[in-house]
């Protein structure tokens, strides 16, 4: 939103270094803009060099503190989220193998060691991969090349002309102070300033917003002051270092006391946050709830805070720097504790308001929530788990993230943590119950029931020996899960059955007592008994349509089209397979898009309108989706009957390389585009030497 000011040099460095190498690691101290010049020479690298035709992906490493979650982290920032049950580093791979694409990954340094392992592994296995990071130092991993990123020069470049770093000031402060802009008369002063900033851009950016108050003369003298003030680093550091946690501790002293004291609380939030959040963690013992609107705005104002405009409403963000001086500050002052756990408080409340939220008309907002909320989310589950006593509320919170795991993609995530705590909190309790049938669900939704079975049996049994009613309605609902994908149809029936009257018992009716009606209706499809399984789908539909819900109803639509493909009613099957993908999509709930999307593969086969080619192009999409949910169709002969059924006929009707041809193609597409195409918008275009729809022949509709 702001200018970019010099680099030329660098950037035709930049340009000239990734021609040769694939890993370029921009150096240098923190607030020298490595940030700004990695996002501005990767789009520069696009747009000149041809290198990266599946495009520049950003990834920001530095909110993620947990090794084991940055390969979640980088597959979320690439659009992939992760849902299986392997290890992410190898999801990451398969996803990236074929792509032609750079990678940015922004603030490395306090993850160098796991940051070089992913790089190393994603280098070597991605032939067309190229990495772009930014660290305070080199990863350290074969074939690196270094580019370290100087301050901006503060002295006239050869030749005559403005200094950048003069550039930048004088930009900065005609945006706080209209009208400014350099002078003969102000010249040698903001020279005078600059030089004694060192060039560094957070610096100079920081002295600019001082112009509201104070001159450029002032503002230096001041900085003289806080220079010998806040000099309280090692001796051997780096000056650089030195004078960066000068110009800071400058800018805190500029603070009020009250500013400074909300700059401190702010540091427990990772990545961005909102006002209601923050009047809940900073307010009280100093700071009154009321005043942190103000205090807010004047930390924008002194560029201590970043202003986002969100979907739904402003986001705050400190940066980096200045959070980690505030949480000196934070420590020094003895609070930190407290604060940290009155985060935590926040963010599980932001968890179980959107469970609740979760069944009606709010769902999609509720996963946009979560989805901002994430990264203190992350934080939240960090403390809990690493502060003895908490364990319990690490379980609370880990298990009311059911519908963010499951029906925002996050899978493999959601396990990480439920895994953790229920390591540490083995004593049968409510809150232990829940996490189990949790992850019990999951594991069910990965193709996982080596592990789904056993944690689903101990709630069941923990439930009964406790008198925990609800605990065993979920138990027993998802071990009918385990026997459906486990091709035990008659079983499942009959244990979805049980739930929903210990459902109805207890007075349950949300989202996942419409999955278990969708699955019993399943279940009876699968029997052959499209009667019964048509009678609980729609019900499904009713009580979904009653009170505004999308999630379950959108797995009823995916019934609906396989219940009406098997009686022969092919435009109307396309029709709920189709609204069921664009539903799922807007959860990102990669499970129920990718098995509409197959569905709607098979629909491709059915005579007279259908195509054998984008049949194929459909499940080579579908089977590119699978390998971030887990096992494809969860290892079910059941749920992967029309998708061998669709592969039949497409082999019957097409030559060998026409078959292969058309499902790489489909295998090309990401998310998005798969997408598009299922819902018929992304045209067809085939690839060289694949030739145009091939039609198909009427067939019979087989039973399953």
Known sequence: MTSFVGRRGELAALTALMGPARLVTVTGPGGVGKTRFAMRGAARLAELTGLFPDGVRYAEVSAVQDPLLLGHAVLEALGLTDSTARPPYEVLVEQVREQRLLLVLDGCEHLVGPCAELVDTLLRAAPGLRVLATSRQSLGTDGEHLLPLAPLPVDPPPGGGTPDALTLFADRAAAVLPGFELTERNRAEVAVLCRRLDGIPLAVELAAGRLRALSVAQITLRLDDRFRLLTGGSRTAPARHQTLRTTIGWSHELCTMKERLLWARLSVFAGTFDLDAAEYVCGG??????????????????SVLLREEGPQQVRFRLLDTLREYGARWLRAGGDRHRLLRRHRDWYLGVASWGEVEWFGPRQAETAERTRLAHPNLRAALE?????????????????????YWV????????????????????????ARAKALWVTGYMATLQGDLARARPALEECREQALATGDDRALAYAVHRQG?????????????ELFEEALWHYKTIGELNSNVLMAMFELGIAYLFLGDAEQGERWISEVREIAEQHGEQWAYAYGLYALAYARWSSGEVRLARAHARECVRLNHLFRDLLGIVLAMDVLALLETEAPDGDLVEARVLQGAAHRIWQAVGKPFFGSRSFNGPHL?????????????????AF?????????AAVSRALGRGGRPGPEGLPGPRPVRPSPVPAF
């Open 664 to 672: 790489r193609l489909g295998g090309q597409l990401d998310l998005d």
């Open 285 to 302: 013992e100093g700071i009154d709830p009321d005043e942190v609107l103000d205090l807010l705005g004047e930390l924008v104002g002194k």
């Open 481 to 493: 899960c385990a026997a459906l994908i486990g091709d035990e149809p008659q079983r499942a029936a």
């Open 383 to 403: 403390f809990s788990l690493s502060e003895p006593g908490e364990e319990q509320l690490a379980l609370v919170l880990a298990g009311t993230l059911w519908f």
């Open 407 to 430: 029906g925002s993609g996050h899978l493999g995530e959601g396990r990480h943590w439920l895994d953790r705590a229920l390591a540490l909190a083995p004593a049968p309790t409510e």
């Open 645 to 661: 059924e669709c592969e039949r006929r497409a082999r019957d009707g097409l030559t060998e390389q026409e078959f292969h041809e």
